[in-house]
T-cell receptor, first 116, second 117 residues
Framework: AQTVTQSQPEMSVQEAETVTLSCTYDTSESDYYLFWYKQPPSRQMILVIRQEAYKQQNATENRFSVNFQKAAKSFSLKISDSQLGDAAMYFCAYRLPGGGADGLTFGKGTHLIIQP | DAMVIQNPRYQVTQFGKPVTLSCSQTLNHNVMYWYQQKSSQAPKLLFHYYDKDFNNEADTPDNFQSRRPNTSFCFLDIRSPGLGDAAMYLC????????????????FGPGTRLTVL
């Protein structure tokens, strides 16, 4: 079975600084997808960024980028120029590429605090 | 705006009293998922519907059932809630794609927080 591990229960960063959230995963598959989701307090989970395992290029979305190391099974999220609105729980998630209906396997999450 | 709606946002039930949680979507997605998220834990997939096809996760307790009467609605039934079933229940949808294609994003509802007394 696939597992996703987020070793940082909580991270704190000053506004406008850069922070990196860690994620490792375990799988025997060679093709899969990885995601970072953001869950603000009392609000729904939204997708931040996704990475396809067969792509070597790291995904980027504005201030958000990933460092995908397939051999090390590592998938970290870098947030540049942190803003107060970035404060949330961040979940790393894994999904197989089958059928289009497979559910996500999540890590336990990292609580990100932005210090003004 | 197209969205995933969950009702109620907060539900209190008594130990052993059946409870139903509701999810509706205006995205016209063919896949709907139910996740259980206990405090300080990762969301865990319970089951999903691909159109009318029900797919149960192997370790989902029999106490949990689901119904999908049409594309827009999906229900989570807990037949005899125990104290250990207190959690946030998340509904999500996705468009679904043929095997090998990049997965569609999953869109989540705000969740229903269930308290069992």
């Amino acid at each position: 079975a696939q597992t996703v591990t987020q070793s940082q229960p909580e991270m704190s960063v000053q506004e406008a600084e850069t922070v990196t959230l860690s994620c490792t995963y375990d799988t025997s598959e060679s093709d899969y997808y990885l995601f970072w989701y953001k869950q603000p307090p009392s609000r729904q989970m939204i997708l931040v960024i996704r990475q396809e395992a067969y792509k070597q290029q790291n995904a980027t979305e504005n201030r958000f980028s990933v460092n995908f190391q397939k051999a090390a099974k590592s998938f970290s999220l870098k947030i540049s120029d942190s803003q107060l609105g970035d404060a949330a729980m961040y979940f790393c998630a894994y999904r197989l590429p089958g059928g289009g209906a497979d559910g996500l396997t999540f890590g336990k999450g990292t609580h990100l605090i932005i210090q003004p | 705006d197209a969205m995933v709606i969950q009702n109620p946002r907060y539900q209190v039930t008594q130990f052993g009293k059946p409870v139903t949680l509701s999810c509706s979507q205006t995205l016209n997605h063919n896949v709907m998922y139910w996740y259980q998220q206990k405090s300080s834990q990762a969301p865990k997939l319970l089951f999903h519907y691909y159109d009318k096809d029900f797919n149960n996760e192997a370790d989902t307790p029999d106490n949990f059932q689901s119904r999908r009467p049409n594309t827009s609605f999906c229900f989570l039934d807990i037949r005899s809630p125990g104290l250990g079933d207190a959690a946030m229940y998340l509904c999500a949808t996705s468009g679904g794609r043929p095997s090998g294609a990049a997965p569609n994003e999953q869109f989540f509802g705000p969740g229903t927080r269930l308290t069992v007394l």
